[in-house]
Protein backbone atom coordinates (compact mmCIF):
# COMPACT_ATOMS: atom_id res chain seq x y z
CA UNK A 1 0.00 0.00 0.00
CA UNK A 2 2.86 2.56 0.73
CA UNK A 3 4.13 1.67 -2.26
CA UNK A 4 0.75 2.04 -4.33
CA UNK A 5 0.95 6.03 -2.48
CA UNK A 6 4.45 6.67 -3.24
CA UNK A 7 4.13 5.51 -6.93
CA UNK A 8 0.90 7.94 -7.15
CA UNK A 9 2.49 10.63 -5.60
CA UNK A 10 5.10 10.20 -8.46
CA UNK A 11 2.86 10.19 -11.33
CA UNK A 12 1.43 12.97 -9.97
CA UNK A 13 4.66 15.32 -10.01
CA UNK A 14 5.47 13.52 -13.06
CA UNK A 15 1.98 14.80 -14.47
CA UNK A 16 2.44 18.45 -13.02
CA UNK A 17 6.39 18.47 -14.91
CA UNK A 18 4.25 17.92 -18.04
CA UNK A 19 1.45 20.00 -17.67
CA UNK A 20 3.85 23.43 -16.96
CA UNK A 21 6.05 22.28 -19.82
CA UNK A 22 3.39 22.85 -22.31
CA UNK A 23 2.44 26.37 -20.30
CA UNK A 24 5.42 27.38 -20.34
CA UNK A 25 5.32 26.38 -24.48
CA UNK A 26 2.02 28.07 -25.04
CA UNK A 27 3.17 31.35 -23.39
CA UNK A 28 6.51 31.59 -25.99
CA UNK A 29 4.43 30.80 -28.48
CA UNK A 30 2.49 33.48 -27.60
CA UNK A 31 5.13 35.93 -28.57
CA UNK A 32 7.00 36.02 -31.78
CA UNK A 33 10.86 37.97 -31.12
CA UNK A 34 12.25 38.97 -34.75
CA UNK A 35 15.56 40.98 -34.84
CA UNK A 36 16.04 43.38 -38.28
CA UNK A 37 18.85 42.52 -40.14
CA UNK A 38 22.25 44.90 -40.16
CA UNK A 39 21.15 48.10 -42.10
CA UNK A 40 23.31 49.38 -44.76
CA UNK A 41 21.65 53.09 -44.56
CA UNK A 42 21.99 53.23 -40.45
CA UNK A 43 24.85 50.24 -39.66
CA UNK A 44 24.67 50.95 -36.14
CA UNK A 45 20.48 50.67 -36.28
CA UNK A 46 19.88 47.80 -33.98
CA UNK A 47 15.70 46.68 -33.19
CA UNK A 48 13.66 43.86 -32.70
CA UNK A 49 10.13 43.08 -33.43
CA UNK A 50 7.88 41.30 -30.91
CA UNK A 51 4.28 40.09 -32.33
CA UNK A 52 1.37 38.72 -30.64
CA UNK A 53 -1.57 37.76 -30.78
CA UNK A 54 -4.46 39.14 -28.94
CA UNK A 55 -7.92 38.41 -27.52
CA UNK A 56 -9.58 39.24 -30.70
CA UNK A 57 -7.87 37.52 -32.91
CA UNK A 58 -5.70 40.46 -34.13
CA UNK A 59 -1.72 40.77 -34.43
CA UNK A 60 -0.10 43.23 -32.37
CA UNK A 61 3.38 44.82 -33.26
CA UNK A 62 5.45 45.92 -31.49
CA UNK A 63 8.76 47.60 -32.53
CA UNK A 64 11.61 48.86 -30.97
CA UNK A 65 14.84 50.12 -31.69
CA UNK A 66 18.06 51.85 -31.04
CA UNK A 67 20.86 53.83 -32.65
CA UNK A 68 18.30 54.71 -35.51
CA UNK A 69 20.17 57.89 -36.77
CA UNK A 70 17.80 61.24 -37.06
CA UNK A 71 16.00 60.75 -40.35
CA UNK A 72 17.19 64.49 -41.58
CA UNK A 73 20.50 63.47 -40.96
CA UNK A 74 20.29 60.47 -43.78
CA UNK A 75 21.75 61.06 -47.38
CA UNK A 76 19.28 62.34 -49.00
CA UNK A 77 17.47 63.58 -45.60
CA UNK A 78 14.06 62.58 -45.20
CA UNK A 79 10.92 63.86 -43.12
CA UNK A 80 10.19 60.40 -41.16
CA UNK A 81 10.45 56.71 -40.86
CA UNK A 82 7.60 54.45 -42.24
CA UNK A 83 6.70 51.41 -40.46
CA UNK A 84 5.70 48.48 -43.23
CA UNK A 85 4.47 45.02 -43.15
CA UNK A 86 4.16 42.59 -45.79
CA UNK A 87 0.99 40.85 -45.24
CA UNK A 88 0.86 36.41 -45.93
CA UNK A 89 -1.24 37.42 -48.70
CA UNK A 90 2.00 39.67 -50.19
CA UNK A 91 0.09 43.04 -49.79
CA UNK A 92 2.58 45.55 -48.40
CA UNK A 93 0.82 47.95 -45.95
CA UNK A 94 1.74 51.33 -44.38
CA UNK A 95 1.19 50.52 -40.78
CA UNK A 96 2.66 54.28 -39.15
CA UNK A 97 5.35 56.36 -38.55
CA UNK A 98 8.17 56.98 -36.43
CA UNK A 99 8.93 60.74 -35.43
CA UNK A 100 12.44 61.25 -34.83
CA UNK A 101 13.10 64.84 -34.79
CA UNK A 102 11.72 65.85 -31.41
CA UNK A 103 11.26 64.21 -28.39
CA UNK A 104 13.08 60.63 -26.97
CA UNK A 105 14.80 59.38 -29.63
CA UNK A 106 16.38 63.21 -30.76
CA UNK A 107 18.34 62.56 -28.00
CA UNK A 108 18.63 58.87 -26.82
CA UNK A 109 18.37 57.79 -30.33
CA UNK A 110 16.09 55.23 -29.45
CA UNK A 111 12.36 54.42 -30.70
CA UNK A 112 9.75 52.67 -30.30
CA UNK A 113 6.13 51.74 -32.35
CA UNK A 114 3.05 49.91 -31.86
CA UNK A 115 0.23 48.93 -33.76
CA UNK A 116 -2.63 46.26 -33.95
CA UNK A 117 -3.33 44.52 -37.34
CA UNK A 118 -6.18 42.44 -38.34
CA UNK A 119 -3.72 41.30 -40.92
CA UNK A 120 -1.14 38.28 -40.36
CA UNK A 121 2.94 40.24 -40.82
CA UNK A 122 5.55 38.15 -42.60
CA UNK A 123 8.34 40.75 -42.88
CA UNK A 124 8.38 44.69 -41.58
CA UNK A 125 10.49 46.85 -42.67
CA UNK A 126 11.42 50.69 -42.39
CA UNK A 127 11.86 52.98 -45.21
CA UNK A 128 12.73 57.20 -44.74
CA UNK A 129 10.08 58.88 -46.39
CA UNK A 130 9.15 63.08 -47.03
CA UNK A 131 5.50 61.96 -46.52
CA UNK A 132 4.35 59.80 -43.64
CA UNK A 133 0.69 59.00 -45.53
CA UNK A 134 2.79 57.53 -48.57
CA UNK A 135 0.42 54.31 -49.92
CA UNK A 136 4.37 52.57 -51.40
CA UNK A 137 7.56 52.60 -49.58
CA UNK A 138 10.33 54.39 -51.57
CA UNK A 139 13.70 52.20 -52.33
CA UNK A 140 15.35 53.70 -49.21
CA UNK A 141 14.65 51.06 -46.77
CA UNK A 142 16.01 51.58 -43.70
CA UNK A 143 15.67 48.56 -41.85
CA UNK A 144 14.18 44.93 -42.02
CA UNK A 145 13.67 41.79 -41.18
CA UNK A 146 13.42 38.32 -42.93
CA UNK A 147 10.21 36.67 -43.59
CA UNK A 148 9.62 35.21 -40.36
CA UNK A 149 6.00 32.97 -41.10
CA UNK A 150 6.33 30.71 -44.23
Known amino acids: M ?3 MA ?3 QLNKIHLGFLMLIIAF ?3 ACTKKIAFLTSSVVPAARGYVYIKTDKNKNNVIDVHLTELAE ?3 LQPARQTYV ?3 LTDHDITKNIGQIKSSTGMMSKQLKAS ?3 VS ?3 PVKIFITAEDNADIQYPSSLIVLETDKFYR
Open 2 to 4: KNN
Open 7 to 9: MST
Open 26 to 28: SLS
Open 71 to 73: VQR
Open 83 to 85: VWM
Open 113 to 115: FET
Open 118 to 120: SFK
